[in-house]
């Protein structure tokens, strides 16, 4: 069967269980659900709880799937995860994370950040049938069924997990396209879910409106507010990560920031449930800093 393969091995799209399925009771064997199942969920309503989500004071809507979804988009996910991507790849990626997407442009002697828009609510459904129908080349009712779980209101929704994943692959040609774009020109292209990085020797602004082009061209945008162009001597930020013109990663002063304000609340609260959720941040927050001050090392 399909889900027998192992969980960590690593084949071509092609060897995916994906690859050319036609029928919709293999897919629900995939899927580890009946075909009852599959039948009755696509079929359902209200499968997402909507939600306005407040970040650095701006406000953006959280669409997240019902329990029963959510479990079947993780395991999505997870066959597709296990398709081999290429190196400019960090997220989502086993293996990789956005300290790995930082390190693979340590000492470049000029970096250019991008970002991609509104990325999910920016992917259409059709593009996503259109990597199961073509690139996939599953059946057309197959890849409707796929689109149908994995897209809301004629989008990828911002809160399913794999969204991600999806969002690379139903532009994955372009981002081929981008990264040979950018190997031309002997620069490095990473990409970290929409944060698009590009380093080298030199970048001129022709290699960077190529890439933007090429974006638009596809239908998503970049947001301006957030190009940032770093050079000689100046500290580069990447995926929130500091490289220093010494060649190290250190976290930003905000981390420093957080971390501190935690252990000031630290030490006035009594409440026990209030510290265990403090100390919990924390925690987390140092493991961050560790992993970044670890990898800078290797």
């Not at 532009?171 to 950018?182: F, Q, T």
């Not at 292209?189 to 596809?218: M, P």
Request: glycine share 4%.
């Amino acid at each position: 069967m399909p889900q027998s393969k192992n969980k960590y091995s690593r084949y071509d799209l092609d060897q995916s269980p994906f690859f050319r399925l036609t029928s919709q009771a293999k897919l629900a064997k995939v899927l580890w659900i009946s075909k009852r199942k599959l039948e009755i969920l696509i079929d359902s309503e209200n499968l997402y709880t909507e939600d306005v989500f407040i970040k650095s004071g701006k406000s953006r809507l959280l669409a997240k799937p019902r329990y029963d979804l959510k479990k079947v988009q993780k395991q999505i996910e997870d066959i597709l995860k296990r398709i081999k991507c290429p190196d400019y790849l960090h997220s989502p990626k086993k293996d990789c994370s956005y300290i790995s997407n930082a390190k693979v442009h340590i000492n470049a002697n000029v970096v250019v950040t991008l970002d991609i828009e509104k990325y999910f609510s920016s992917t259409p459904s059709r593009r996503v049938y259109w990597f199961f129908h073509k690139k996939m080349q599953c059946s057309p009712d197959v890849a409707s069924i796929l689109t149908k779980l994995l897209t809301f209101k004629d989008h990828l929704p911002t809160g399913s997990p794999s969204s991600p994943l999806i969002a690379y692959f139903a532009y994955i040609d372009m981002w081929d396209e981008i990264n040979e774009i950018v190997e031309n020109a002997n620069c490095k292209l990473s990409l970290y879910i929409d944060d698009v990085t590009i380093s080298g020797q030199n970048i001129s602004g022709k290699l960077i409106w190529e890439v933007k082009k090429k974006i638009y061209s596809n239908g998503l945008s970049v947001n301006k507010s957030k190009e940032k162009r770093y050079s000689g001597k100046q500290s580069r930020q990447v995926t929130g990560v500091i490289l220093t013109p010494q060649g190290e990663m250190k976290i930003p002063n905000r981390q420093h920031l957080k971390m501190y304000k935690v252990r000031k609340l630290l030490k006035k609260t009594n409440d026990p449930e209030t510290k265990d959720n403090l100390t919990q941040k924390l925690n987390g927050l140092e493991s961050q800093a560790k992993q970044i001050m670890s990898s800078s090392k290797t």
